[in-house]
């Protein structure tokens, strides 16, 4: 193969560069996290000679593999660092590309790098995503959301192909309990829109209503703000818990907005997000509520 020219190489490498972005989202529920995983394989492409560089033939699929490494190590030491978190730990909210904003001084505006909103994107999608194996994880992404052939995932995971077959197959079945349960995206926006106004009127007995006997709510705040411990089970306790937080709030709006493209709310403080709500509706009923609250994880949000 001749040698790549270096602008025929970096154009090969941003080409690939969003799919690589939400490949490692998705891996790691943290945007953050993925655009530091992203930033290490670029770093390690140039850090290989340029002949060596120059006989990779598909730089883009290099760096997909590259990243899916990178996530799939930060996976498995995942679990050590989320000992160490303060309190419950939530995926990395989104909100709609019209929204999107710059994440810090390091941080890309380039829409190149948004993250496609789709199903797989959802904040109980990637909850669940997160209770799987990292393996498992990584098997799933990759090919049932990616179409890798097995063989591309075995490579990722220094597995056979068989054996990823079998991770992707045992992460499908515990995803698609999530996905069966999903109410569609119009239901779901009515019965959060019923819920924000019920909140905002502080009608506790229509809040208990709207909630299912059994939900949870759950709240990540890092240690940084006041966020729930614990998560909080029964339509009582969390009807109670939200008609207070907005009796005893000053300056707070609700506002219903897309997260990660489902129908959600974010509670605005003067001016300022605050906090950013996803929900999970089965049928009629609010089944969970995830409530991010660490303003590192609300870098992407507008005011």
Same mark, same amino acid.
């Given at each position: 193969?001749?040698?790549?020219?270096?602008?025929?190489?970096?154009?090969?490498?941003?080409?690939?560069?969003?799919?690589?972005?939400?490949?490692?989202?998705?891996?790691?529920?943290?945007?953050?996290?993925?655009?530091?995983?992203?930033?290490?394989?670029?770093?390690?492409?140039?850090?290989?000679?340029?002949?060596?560089?120059?006989?990779?033939?598909?730089?883009?699929?290099?760096?997909?593999?590259?990243?899916?490494?990178?996530? +799939?190590?930060?996976?498995?030491?995942?679990?050590?660092?989320?000992?160490?978190?303060?309190?419950?730990? +939530?995926?990395?909210?989104?909100?709609?590309?019209?929204?999107?904003?710059?994440?810090?001084?390091?941080?890309?505006?380039?829409?190149?790098?948004?993250?496609?909103?789709?199903?797989?994107?959802?904040?109980?999608?990637?909850?669940?995503?997160?209770?799987?194996?990292?393996?498992?994880?990584?098997?799933?992404?990759?090919?049932?959301?990616?179409?890798?052939?097995?063989?591309?995932?075995?490579?990722?995971?220094?597995?056979?192909?068989?054996?990823?077959?079998?991770?992707?197959?045992?992460?499908?079945?515990?995803?698609?309990?999530?996905?069966?349960?999903?109410?569609?995206?119009?239901?779901?926006?009515?019965?959060?829109?019923?819920?924000?106004?019920?909140?905002?009127?502080?009608?506790?007995?229509?809040?208990?209503?709207?909630?299912?006997?059994?939900?949870?709510?759950?709240?990540?705040?890092?240690?940084?703000?006041?966020?729930?411990?614990?998560?909080?089970?029964?339509?009582?306790?969390?009807?109670?818990?939200?008609?207070?937080?907005?009796?005893?709030?000053?300056?707070?709006?609700?506002?219903?907005?897309?997260?990660?493209?489902?129908?959600?709310?974010?509670?605005?403080?003067?001016?300022?997000?605050?906090?950013?709500?996803?929900?999970?509706?089965?049928?009629?009923?609010?089944?969970?509520?995830?409530?991010?609250?660490?303003?590192?994880? +609300?870098?992407?949000?507008?005011?």
């Amino acid at each position: 193969m001749s040698e790549t020219a270096p602008q025929e190489e970096l154009d090969a490498l941003l080409d690939g560069r969003r799919q690589v972005i939400n490949i490692a989202y998705r891996l790691l529920g943290s945007l953050a996290d993925a655009e530091d995983a992203v930033q290490d394989a670029m770093a390690r492409w140039y850090a290989l000679p340029a002949g060596q560089r120059a006989r990779i033939e598909k730089p883009a699929a290099w760096l997909s593999t590259v990243t899916s490494r990178i996530c +799939l190590d930060q996976l498995r030491s995942a679990r050590v660092r989320r000992e160490r978190y303060v309190g419950q730990w +939530l995926p990395e909210p989104l909100p709609e590309p019209a929204e999107w904003t710059d994440r810090g001084p390091n941080a890309t505006a380039d829409p190149a790098d948004r993250i496609t909103l789709d199903e797989s994107v959802s904040m109980a999608f990637l909850v669940v995503l997160d209770a799987l194996s990292p393996a498992e994880r990584v098997a799933f992404v990759l090919h049932d959301v990616f179409r890798f052939s097995f063989a591309d995932v075995a490579e990722v995971t220094g597995r056979t192909p068989g054996a990823c077959r079998q991770l992707a197959s045992t992460a499908r079945r515990r995803v698609a309990d999530a996905r069966a349960a999903a109410a569609p995206t119009a239901q779901q926006a009515r019965i959060v829109r019923r819920f924000r106004r019920a909140w905002q009127a502080q009608d506790l007995q229509a809040l208990v209503g709207l909630l299912d006997p059994d939900a949870i709510a759950t709240g990540d705040g890092g240690g940084v703000v006041p966020a729930l411990p614990d998560p909080l089970h029964g339509a009582e306790p969390i009807a109670l818990l939200y008609r207070d937080l907005v009796r005893y709030s000053t300056g707070t709006a609700i506002l219903e907005r897309t997260v990660n493209g489902r129908p959600g709310l974010v509670a605005q403080q003067y001016g300022a997000i605050a906090t950013v709500f996803s929900f999970q509706v089965v049928e009629e009923r609010v089944t969970r509520i995830w409530a991010v609250r660490n303003p590192e994880k +609300l870098r992407a949000w507008s005011a």
